[in-house]
């Protein structure tokens, strides 16, 4: 697909505006009720999802050019979190906001024009195989003396892909050592690859680089076939949105992904892991937006666009539609409500329509203080849901939510789902 495939999509935005709300239906106080922080942060149209709209269009008709002053900052100050996708397909079904950001994006970059603080961190991407700032080389030092199967030189059908940010974040190490120690428990034959996994490419995806982003899935694919790899299990909603919506779309992909928290559940309820103490806590639960809304599995799809009476357009055969109620959202909270004494509140932004955590797609990197307003802006409603923890699954998320809440001088604590199950079992 590339932005002039979306013709169609750019030219019949009613510039509504309902791309800036979570829908109105759900929405249930006026200080919770925004849905894109791009708009409510920049508080420019441009900023919006129909604004980009706009521009993508006015690209489209070369009214306007990729070198245009402020092109770049209103493409790319955006997580891709797809609130507004969501809201968009509620009220007019078949726009594809987010797929039209992502190619604009793609199509900037093939123009080199895209943000200067991306430089030193494709860069490394390319040396170091990771945007973590960190060397290859230590990539497994979170395993250091687990004695985990090594899948560059043995096989298991069942990888563990840690991914850059539970790799190299030591503050965060407890959570991939406590996925060790629980497949260990439930007896699964799995393994890693240790120094020499990749990054997903996810994350670079989003930011605009394809041709990293397709590098990344072709060693991938390689590594675990070569590894006898049939189920790929990942801890990251960044890794698993790549696994199991962007990679299928590009190639040819036949592995089972499931996230750590599916798989904890389905060991659960295999009776393999039994909880046996009480964890007496008010808790709510953060919806990842690459987990959630952005983590429904690829469908395939061959078809074309045609006109009825010359007007309407349709789709033969009928298209899939992505709409991010099929992301994964009972799961986590089946796992946290599971767990003896975990009282869990909800936010009132919550599964499809949850507030971006501020991390995704560069944004973190590109514009810290945008990223930690966000990250703010959730804390401050996991506070009035009055839950004294908030909890997540993905690593990106939590470290955004941890830099908030030291920023901030905040006593919200800040937890994986597997910190909870590691202390009941």
């Known amino acids: 697909m590339a932005l002039e495939d979306l013709r169609a999509t750019v030219t019949r935005c009613s510039r509504c505006s309902y791309c800036k709300w979570i829908p109105f239906a759900h929405v249930k106080s006026w200080r919770f009720a925004k849905g894109c922080p791009s708009i409510e942060y920049n508080k420019f149209q441009s900023y919006s999802a129909s604004g980009r709209l706009c521009a993508s269009l006015s690209l489209l008709e070369e009214r306007s050019s990729y070198f245009d002053e402020g092109l770049v900052d209103i493409v790319f100050k955006c997580m891709l979190d797809g609130c507004c996708d969501v809201a968009c397909k509620i009220n007019r079904y078949d726009f594809e906001p987010v797929e039209v950001m992502r190619q604009m994006r793609f199509k900037m970059i093939d123009n080199g024009c895209y943000p200067p603080q991306d430089m030193p961190l494709i860069d490394h ?223 009132e932004r919550n599964r499809e329509y949850a507030w971006c955590c501020g991390a995704g797609a560069g944004v973190r990197e590109r514009y810290p203080d945008f990223s930690e307003w966000t990250a703010g802006e959730r804390i401050e409603e996991a506070k009035a849901s009055g839950a004294e923890a908030i909890v997540s699954a993905c690593p990106h998320c939590e470290r955004n939510f941890m830099d908030a809440v030291a920023e901030k001088n905040e006593s919200l604590k800040v937890f994986d789902i597997l910190d909870l199950v590691r202390e009941a079992i």
């Open 125 to 347: 991407l390319k040396k170091e195989d990771n945007m973590m700032m960190a060397a290859k080389a230590d990539r497994a030092n979170w395993a250091e003396g687990l004695g985990v199967k090594d899948l560059t030189e043995e096989k298991a059908e069942v990888v563990f892909h840690v991914g850059c940010r539970f790799s190299f974040d030591e503050e965060l190490w407890r959570v991939p050592r406590t996925v060790v120690d629980l497949l260990n428990k439930a007896g699964v034959d799995f393994g890693i690859l240790g120094k020499d996994e990749n990054c997903c490419g996810g994350r670079v995806c989003d930011m605009g680089y394809r041709g990293e982003f397709i590098k990344y899935a072709e060693n991938n694919i390689d590594a675990w076939k070569n590894a006898g790899v049939k189920t790929v299990v990942t801890g990251c909603s960044d890794c698993y949105h790549a696994f199991k919506r962007l990679y299928p779309e590009e190639m040819e992909f036949n592995f089972e992904v499931v996230h750590i928290t599916e798989y904890i559940e389905r060991l659960i309820n295999e009776g393999k892991l039994k909880f046996t103490k009480e964890v007496p806590m008010t808790i709510t639960y953060h919806d990842p937006c690459h987990l959630g809304r952005r983590g429904e599995a690829h469908v395939p799809w061959k078809g074309e666009q045609k006109k009825v009476r010359g007007h309407v357009l349709v789709w033969e055969p009928r298209r899939p539609r992505y709409n991010g109620a099929q992301g994964v959202y009972e799961t986590p909270r089946n796992v946290l409500k599971s767990i003896p004494g975990v009282k869990l509140v909800e936010m």
